[in-house]
Structures are given as C-alpha cells and as structure tokens.
C-alpha cells in the first residue's frame, strides 16, 4: 500500500496532495421491542486524493483502487479550475514528515466477541428493560462496532498506518400508559473495549425504572429559570453550543464570527475552562493522527473565562497564524477533513452539587440530554427528564425540559461549576455539513446557569 | 446481476446495487472553495432462511464472495420475517432523468452559484454567502430470488444556499436547500429574493409577549411540524403499537380541509422512482384524504404483519415515504399575511424534531421568525419557542390553506396559518 500510494504521490503536480486509502469493517446489531429488528455486517472500503493547487482544492473519492492516476489528475483539475477564479496561494502550516504505524492497544477487542455473544448480551439487556416495569411498552437497543485500516501518505512525505476503533451502543426504554410516552437510555462507547458493552445491568433497570416514572411527572412550566445541567447535558451544551463556534475553518473566512471568538474575548465566569483532547485514550474521538497526519492534542479554547484557541486544521491553522492542532477530520473518506471536534470538555470546577442547589429558590435541573441544535447563536437542547429545584432542594420530576438561548449569553450567565467532572462516550456522534455522525465524546462537571429559558406551555 | 450464484439451499435473497456519481462545486465565504467529485459503488445482499433475515453490505469491488459470507453469518441470529420477496411486475416510470444536468459544464455549476452570490452581496456587502450545488448520476438495480429484475436511473440536482449577516451581536442566518431530477426546476432568482427578504425583514428586531397567536408557517417549516403526521402514518410504527392511528382506517382524524398524498411516480418528483428497495411498484395514494385516514405507509415486512399490500414505499430502513403532497387550498400567501392582527410568521425553527412524534406535541425554537402586526411583517421576533400539539392544530385549528404549493426537501406544500398556536419568549 506504501508503495502504491507514495508512487502516485510523486506524479502529483500539486502544491500538496494527500491519499486516504480506508477499509472498515462494521457489525450493527438493534433491538426494538420483544424481537431483534436488525443484524448486519458491512465492509466500506474506499479512497480519496486530495489536490491543492494555488488557492484550489480539489477532491475525488472512489471505491475501486484502478487508475489512480487518472483520479489524481481530476483533483488537480478541480484544484486548478479554482485557482484560476480565485487567484491566489493556500499555504498549510508546516508539517514535518511522520512515517509511523498506529495499533489499537485493545483491553478487550470487540472482533474476538462471536456475533453470537454479542447478540445475548444485546438480548439479556433487552429482556431486563422489558421486565423492569409494567410500563415499559418498548425498546430501543442499538450497538456497534468499527474496525478501521487507515492509511495515509502525503506529498510532505508523511506515510501514516493507524488502526481505529469505534464501539457504541444505546440501551433505550420506552414506558407508555396509552396517552404519554416518556424515555430513558443508558448509552456507552469506547475506542479500545468491547467491554463498554458489559455490566449495565443495575443501569438499565435504573433507566427503565425512570421513564415509567416520567409518565406521571407533569410538563414542565415554560419560563426563565436557574437552572443546574447534568455532566452529560453541559456536554451537550459545551459541544453543540461553544465547540462548533470554535472549529476555525467557520471563523477564519468570516470577520464577524471572526470578532466573536477573537483570542481574548471574555466568556463565561474568571473559573471557566473549555478544552478539546484528542488524547483522552479510549474515549470516542480520540487517536493519535487526525485525517491530515497531524498529531493530535489536547487544546485548551476557553481558559480562566477568556477565549484562549480555536480548533485547526493545516489550513486553517496557517490562515490564523496558528498551530494545527489535529482537528481536521472526516468521517470517511467520501469526505475531505474539515476541523471538528475530539473529546470536548468542561473542566471541574470548585463547587459540590449541594453548594450548587443552595440559594434557587425556583430552578429546574436538566438531566441527561436527547439531543440539540444550534444555529451559531441560539441553541435548543432536550433533557431527557429534569427535576424542579425549589427552596434549594430537588423538588418534584418534570418532563419535556427544552433549554433554549442564546450561546454567548447562556455562558456569561454560568455562575457555578461542579467539582464532579466525567466523560461520557454516547453511542451517537456529531454532524457538521454533510458528514454525520463523526464519534466525539463529552466530559464535564455540573454546571449552573441563570436565566436559562425552557419552553414549554406557559 | 448475479443472486443466483450467491444463493445456497433453502436460502431467499435479493441484492441490491446503488451506483452514484456525483460532482460538488462548493462556495464558502462568498468564494469558490471546492470542486468534489466522487464515485460509489454500494450493494446489500439480503438472504432469508428459516425464517430469519441476514444482512450484508460491501463497497469493496470483487468482493461478493465475502458478501455473501457476511450476510449468512447474521443469518442465525437475524430478525424473524415471514414476507416473501415479490415477482416482477409492470413499472411505470416516471420522467426523472435529465439529460442536460448530466451533461451539464463544471464552469455553469460555478458561474451559477456566482450569480446568485453576487445579487447577495449587492444586497448588503457583508452578508457571507454559502452555497453548494451538486450533480448526481444515480443507478439503482435490484434482483431477487423471486424472479424480479429491473433498474433505473436518476439524475438530481442538490443545492444549499445559506446566507449569514452579522451586525454586533445580531446573527441572522437563512438557508433552503432544494433538491430536484431537472436542473431548470430549481428557481434560483426565485429562491435568492425570498431568501433576501426574509433577511431584510430580520433586521430590526421587535419584541413580542408570550402568549397565544395565529402563526404563519411556510412550506419550509410545516414540513417541520408534519414529522409527527409522518412518524403516525409509517407502517412499522403501527406494527409496533407507537402510533395512535393503528385501528382506525377511515376514521377523522384532521380536519375536512387536510389531504396529505404519497406520490411515487410524479414527473419530476424528487423522490419518484419505478420501484422501490424491495421491488414494489411504486404509485400514488392518499393518505389522509379530507381529514380521514387512508392508508399507511409500509413495507413488505410491515404489509404482511397488518395484511395489507405493500404500497411501493419499502426503504433501506424499513418504510419510507416518496414525495409526500398536501393539498394546496384558496388563499394566497398575501391574502393569508394580511388576514393577521397580531400574529407571528414562522420562516426557521431549531429542535422541533426534538420529544415524542407520537404524542404529536412539538416544540421548537424559532430560529427565524417574524412579527406581524395589521398584516404586515414588522421585524424579527428573537428568543421566542413555539408549541403545539399537531392533533389538536391540524383538527381544529387550521384558519387557512395557501394556494402556492412549494417543495421543501421530497414534500410538495402550501403555506398554512394555525391559530391559535402557543408562543414562549425569553425576559
């Protein structure tokens, strides 16, 4: 593969040239209900050559691995077609060359599990669910695992081999009393375990047990509230609200976002700190080489409340007089890397949870997060349950918790920050443009927040 | 094709291959960014046996023999079916194949995204436009043990324009992404001034209570609100008892004015097609016809489980709709604006997706949304949520159907007024 790839590269005409040569091997499993709704196994195999040519890129990707060279010269031909529009020369930040090989250092593999085992371990969780509760009417269980072969050579005379993992999986349960239906799900992931998989007994009945007992709880009233996040929904926040804001190919080009993130800039209370690893081993996101060869990091982009870096690619990075920090990525290689996020987290803080409930008189307390969306400014996140605060104390559960806002905002108002910091590797993964879902994972404390709106009737 | 060879005693399969080409010219920041192109080569085997389903699915070129391989080693513990494949049957095909998008010059994709950035830009210097227009070559073939033997091919055309201005700390941001088979169905003078409107009107923000007003929602953001009609209408959630609409064919369930359609074989339909996944041919039929209940949409699995016929909507994961149409009503959109007192228009919403389809509440953050005082759009509505229970707005609330159907992804739309509809303001 070496060979083949770095001969192709020595015909290149480009200012620089990359190849991605990919094989993946997947297993899909799903459970809904009493039965299994899916078994599957796939093999996605492909390539991709990347041309930067003056101030153009091209890119052409492909299943079959013949005339390569006839490949090369379509990407340059797109690279010089723009380049003849928008005069002009891309630089990347220097790189120098790495010639390394990457394995998996496994503390269980997921492909020395039989197909067999994995689907009893599946099925086991799926009956515990189903009989935890009378209210329990449906499942949702689905895992995965990946196995890649990477291979990467560029013109700077880089040729990277490296092994990626990716296993993940949602034990999701479903109560209903005929009117309502309410949900809960333990959720894990890993990129060296199977074991990931394993001991969510206790966790499953846990959640089964909470969605039933959602359907009595009341909506909860629309309206400004204090409000405490969970660890995984001030994941979900720090993620889908500060992270995307931060990736640098949005910023660079745009000189308002621009002034927004601005290396400076002050967000959020004097002890808040953001960062982005790629080195939180075993956790989704994380290896030791992003999609354009560079070594990945750990990148700090909010620290002390002040805007301290951005999330990089070559281009981008040298665009930006900056460093690339390993963020450029693809989910496979039908896609060119753009700059995403790795392990994204929150740092802990000074506070316990009791200091954090003490002085709301009226506050709800988001706990778990379905899923969110931003649009740069404003933000829309769904808890999976949530509980009033009253008094400073946990008062009664509500349900149908959706915290709205807007991002610059919402991070001025934090006022605490837990101690209690934790990763969390969810099954489901990050889009950005057209590439979704791309593994990333989530770490952060407790957080409390003033003046957060959650809607509902009011 | 060849499924005969890969097929073993006792075994029922179809292979299916979707081969696609496509090209990409990207605009970010108002400048050429990139030009993609990419090939992919895509087959699924399915294999039944003993009455479990196996699935395999392989990009790699020569590699059926490992196909196969995959597909029988999930046999064992694959999902229990009981449908049996259909034979071949007559096909009407549809008009989707445009030979001028396939043949259409790399420098036309460029030179019309330039045009529609420049008549930007004229607007206001600082708007940031992104667009991406993408040709596909698509060729769908499916064979199956069972006698059925065909192929298609579509042409489509994909666009993304999205605008952004920011003036201090007011982002406004406005996009639409039409997808259709012929490259001159997409009205790009057209999309650019609607799209430059709503930015203009976006500009100065005024401030609204929470409360209860008619809402204004525009092709673009009813398909938001119709997931839940769609969500009930899908066969695998009746089989699985998630929709309330399981038992009641026939029955009222929307108001007189509401019909929605499945429309599998429209000239020009996005999502038209000959057959579908499964080799089901693919037609057109009501699903809710003035209020009542028709027809779900299923599956060959889904069919047999209600012993019903399969309604040529069989998708890669269980039923999928072709082009979904609502009927357009009497009222047009200036007529609908200027009906409203005191009312709200809803151009963008943000995680309506979000909650329980079945229960058919949704909530959402207006990402864009509008004021509107004595029939005319006064400014933007910031921080504002909206709420409604689908059920309860699409049976009893409905206070008007646009008469200019527009599509919005694979759905054919009119505008449609609701009122009263649940508003929730942050301050």
């Known amino acids: 593969m070496q060979l083949k790839m770095q001969d192709l590269l020595s015909l290149s005409k480009s200012n620089y040239c990359d190849i991605r040569i990919e094989e993946t091997e997947v297993t899909f499993i799903s459970f809904r209900g009493r039965e299994i709704e899916k078994m599957e196994r796939k093999i996605q195999f492909g390539g991709c050559i990347r041309s930067l040519i003056g101030n153009g890129w091209g890119f052409v990707s492909f299943n079959h691995l013949d005339d390569l060279e006839k490949k090369l010269r379509l990407a340059e031909e797109q690279a010089s077609t723009i380049n003849r529009v928008k005069n002009g020369s891309t630089t990347l930040a220097p790189a120098e060359p790495i010639e390394d090989e990457v394995f998996t250092k496994y503390l269980e593999d997921p492909r020395k599990i039989t197909l067999k085992e994995k689907a009893e371990l599946l099925e086991h969780y799926n009956q515990l669910i189903l009989k935890a509760d009378p209210r329990i009417t449906s499942t949702r269980i689905v895992y995965f695992d990946k196995h890649t072969n990477w291979y990467f050579a560029n013109s700077d005379g880089s040729f990277i081999y490296q092994e990626k993992t990716d296993i993940g999986g949602n034990l999701g349960a479903t109560a209903s009393d005929g009117q309502d239906r309410t949900y809960d799900a333990v959720s894990f992931g890993s990129t060296n375990d199977f074991g990931t998989a394993r001991g969510h007994d206790e966790a499953v009945i846990a959640a089964a047990q909470r969605a039933a007992d959602q359907l009595t709880a009341p909506t909860v009233k629309g309206g400004e509230y204090t409000v405490i996040l969970d660890p995984e929904m001030a994941g979900l926040f720090v993620h889908e609200a500060f992270g995307h804001l931060s990736e640098a190919d949005e910023i660079y080009e745009d000189k308002n976002l621009l002034k927004l993130m601005q290396l400076g800039t002050r967000y959020g209370p004097s002890f808040l700190n953001i960062y982005d690893s790629g080195r939180e081993w075993g956790n989704r996101g994380c290896m030791q080489y992003d999609d354009e060869g560079t070594p990945t990091e750990k990148t700090y982009l909010i620290k002390g409340g002040e805007v301290v870096g951005h999330l990089h690619s070559r281009e981008s990075a040298a665009k930006m007089e900056a460093r690339p920090t390993g963020n450029a990525r693809a989910i496979n290689y039908r896609f060119p890397p753009i700059c995403r996020m790795r392990s994204t987290c929150i740092e802990a803080g000074p506070d316990t949870f009791e200091e954090m409930l003490s002085g709301i008189d009226l506050g709800v307390y988001a706990i778990g997060g379905i899923g969110g969306e931003t649009n740069g400014e404003l933000f829309t996140f769904t808890a999976t349950r949530g509980q009033m605060i009253r008094n400073g104390r946990l008062a009664e559960p509500v349900k149908n918790v959706t915290l709205t806002g807007n991002v610059f905002h919402t991070l001025d108002n934090i006022d605490r920050i837990g101690k209690d910091f934790v990763i969390l590797n969810n099954a489901g993964g990050c889009g950005k443009f057209e590439q979704s879902p791309l593994p990333t994972s989530e770490g952060s404390p407790h957080i409390r927040v003033q003046n957060v709106v959650i809607g509902g009737e009011s | ?427």
């Open chain 2, 1 to 427: 094709m060849q499924l005969k060879k890969m097929l073993q005693a006792g075994e029922q399969g179809d292979l299916y291959r979707k081969q696609s080409s496509h090209t990409t010219v990207q605009f970010a920041n108002n400048r050429l960014k990139k030009i993609n192109s990419g090939e992919t080569n895509r087959e699924v085997l399915r294999l039944i046996k003993n009455g479990r389903i196996g699935i395999g699915e392989n990009t790699k070129p020569n590699n059926r023999e490992y196909l196969s391989k995959m597909a029988r080693e999930t046999l064992d513990y694959g999902p229990r079916v009981d449908f049996a494949f259909p034979a071949q049957t007559r096909l009407k095909k549809p008009e989707i194949w445009d030979e001028e998008l396939v043949n259409l010059p790399l420098e036309e994709l460029i030179q019309t995204a330039q045009d529609f950035i420049n008549k930007a830009t004229q607007y206001h210097p600082d708007i940031q436009a992104e667009v991406s227009i993408q040709k596909e070559k698509n060729f769908f073939e499916l064979e199956n043990s069972a006698g059925f033997s065909s192929s298609f091919r579509q042409s489509q055309v994909k666009v993304l324009f999205a605008l952004r201005l920011i003036e201090g700390k007011n982002l406004l941001v406005n996009y639409s992404f039409p997808q259709r088979t012929h490259w001159r169905d997409i009205d790009w003078e057209n999309d650019c001034e609607n799209l430059l409107r709503e930015i203009d009107w976006g500009r100065t923000n005024v401030p609204l209570r929470s409360g209860n007003y008619p809402v204004l929602f525009i092709p673009e953001t009813l398909a938001d609100i119709l997931h839940p009609v769609e969500a009930c209408l899908n066969g695998q959630a009746v089989v699985r008892g998630l929709s309330p609409w399981e038992n009641r064919l026939g029955e009222q369930v929307f108001s007189s004015e509401f019909s929605l359609s499945n429309q599998g074989i429209l000239d020009r339909g996005p999502a038209s097609k000959p057959f579908d996944r499964e080799g089901v041919a693919c037609s057109s039929f009501p699903l809710i016809e003035k209020g009542r209940l028709k027809n779900y949409v299923l599956d060959l699995e889904t069919a047999h489980k209600l012993d019903l016929s399969p309604t040529g909507t069989g998708g890669e994961n269980g039923p999928d709709f072709n082009n979904l149409v609502m009927e357009p009503g009497n009222n047009s959109f200036s007529e609908m604006l200027e009906s409203i007192d005191e009312g709200l228009l809803i151009a963008g919403t943000m995680g309506a997706w979000a909650g329980n389809p079945y229960g058919g509440q949704v909530s959402g953050n207006i990402s864009l949304g509008y004021k509107i005082k004595n029939g005319r759009i006064e400014g933007r509505v910031k921080d504002a949520m909206f709420s409604l229970n689908i059920f309860q707005a699409f049976k009893e609330r409905i206070s008007a159907i646009g008469s200019e159907q527009k599509w919005a992804d694979n759905m054919l739309l009119p505008p449609v007024l609701i009122n009263p509809v649940n508003i929730s303001i942050k301050g």
